[in-house]
């Protein structure tokens, strides 16, 4: 993920805002939560005016990425939507899809490091797609043909990488935000990627069984929990800077980064056979969360530290999905939160239904949940925060997650152990002195962000 939008390209996105301002909208999507037939129906809906930003399947278009102004991770989050789409419904129209975009986007390693990132490509980035990964074994979708890489061994092939990583120079531990010295803040040690770890981890040791990973969710629990990320308090902060041994916190709380943390927790409260340890850090997570959920609109969820100022990027407007996922989810881990997070979930669908109101088809969706009339905004971030938040609440009325007894996909817990290798000749030339210089900036621009509480971001 990254802190700053395109710098240049068309800006059809104006133009296109404009005309579509000036549309009033048609419909709406109608939404029942006591029927299930209601809410595939406005997931479908929803879906489908997401996958029309995707381009990947079109003829001379690269499978497994987005549009600019996205960026890549955002592809491999959105396959992990339709991932649970085709799980919650049923509907596998866009299965061949997805399964196209994420086997060709495993790189040459075959673990989702394809060279054509290597400028931009940081651990949450990667993460993304391994917990896309991840869900597929979990939720059982279709296998991969048995001679190209299969779900399991994909994520464990990017825990293994990234395992290799941890970084005991700076911070007692932790992973870094970038892979490679050579990208933007890669002194910054942020909370997306090792709560992204510590999510994979913990899923990781309840599919298997395997200790090992357990292990590591334990280790990146009392790291996070050592430095401040995760408070006393269970708040859940952006990051620290490695330059400063991560003595002081980035203090903004983003939707998603609690998320990570939530269904981090619950399965491990699983593996631990109901655990009163981690049950007690997963009821303290899930009231952490209650920040995200406004007052003036009871129990909608909103992304706290930008949404109301107008201020999110494409990637923030993109944050409420994963907390909508993987609160759900949590419930199946962790099912004495069933009733607490329905709380929140329902409320929130319904009020995402109602932003759904715009653009020329009348069932484009906003950002902005708290409000009963479309926004104006529209893409694949609005998107995908109202198809998680709808389709969750079919999340009683499915089984699984599965684990590796249940479950077809194969693995390899050896995937990934090569190393990280440095891009080719080719890719090198490409990185200059500017995108040096850029990091050298932008390393000090996160370190007076972090010292002076990280206001820079959303002023």
């Not at 430095?227 to 490695?242: E, H, L, T, W």
């Not at 609160?327 to 329905?342: G, H, L, N, R, S």
């Not at 893409?379 to 249940?406: D, H, K, Y």
Request: with cysteine; net charge neutral; glycine share 10%.
């Amino acid at each position: 993920m990254r802190l700053s939008t395109w710098p240049c390209g068309p800006r059809w996105s104006s133009w296109v805002a404009a005309a579509l301002l000036a549309l009033p909208a048609a419909h709406a999507i109608d939404l029942n939560l006591d029927s299930p037939d209601s809410i595939k129906a406005a997931a479908s809906t929803i879906a489908h005016g997401m996958v029309s930003y995707y381009t990947g399947n079109r003829t001379g278009d690269t499978p497994g990425n987005l549009p600019q102004p996205y960026f890549w991770w955002e592809c491999g989050a959105m396959f992990g939507a339709l991932i649970d789409y085709w799980y919650y419904t049923g509907d596998g129209q866009y299965n061949d899809l997805v399964m196209q975009g994420m086997l060709h986007q495993v790189g040459p390693n075959v673990d989702y490091m394809p060279p054509n990132q290597t400028k931009s490509e940081g651990n949450d980035d990667q993460v993304f797609w391994g917990l896309a990964a991840l869900s597929a074994a979990e939720n059982k979708f279709p296998d991969p043909p048995p001679n190209q890489p299969q779900w399991l061994a994909l994520a464990q092939a990017v825990f293994n990488s990234q395992a290799a990583r941890w970084d005991d120079k700076t911070c007692g531990g932790g992973l870094r935000w970038q892979i490679f010295t050579f990208n933007n803040g890669y002194n910054y040690k942020n909370t997306i990627s090792n709560g992204g770890f510590f999510n994979l981890a913990a899923r990781l040791a309840v599919y298997t069984g395997n200790q090992t990973y357990a292990d590591w969710a334990e280790k990146m629990w009392k790291w996070s929990t050592d430095i401040g990320i995760v408070s006393p308090q269970f708040v859940v902060y952006d990051g620290s800077d490695a330059v400063i041994n991560c003595s002081n916190l980035n203090h903004y709380q983003w939707s998603y980064n609690a998320g990570t943390y939530l269904i981090g927790a619950a399965n491990m409260f699983k593996y631990t056979k109901e655990g009163p340890v981690w049950k007690d850090r997963v009821s303290h997570l899930l009231n952490g969360t209650d920040v995200f959920f406004a007052n003036d609109a009871p129990n909608v969820m909103y992304e706290v530290t930008c949404e109301q100022n107008g201020k999110c990027d494409n990637d923030q407007k993109s944050f409420k999905a994963y907390l909508a996922r993987w609160m759900a989810a949590t419930t199946k881990a962790a099912p004495f939160t069933y009733d607490a997070v329905m709380r929140k979930l329902r409320p929130s669908a319904l009020a995402a239904a109602k932003q759904c109101s715009g653009g020329t088809d009348g069932v484009t969706c906003g950002i902005k949940w708290t409000q009963p009339t479309w926004d104006g905004t529209f893409g694949v971030g609005q998107q995908m925060c109202a198809l998680e938040v709808i389709q969750s609440n079919l999340i009683s009325r499915v089984t699984g997650p599965v684990n590796s007894t249940a479950g077809t996909s194969k693995g390899n817990p050896s995937a990934g152990t090569g190393g990280d290798s440095l891009p080719s000749a080719l890719h090198l030339k490409q990185i200059g002195t500017g995108d040096k210089v850029g990091a050298g900036i932008l390393t000090a621009v996160i370190m007076v962000g972090v010292l002076a509480g990280a206001w820079w971001m959303v002023i």
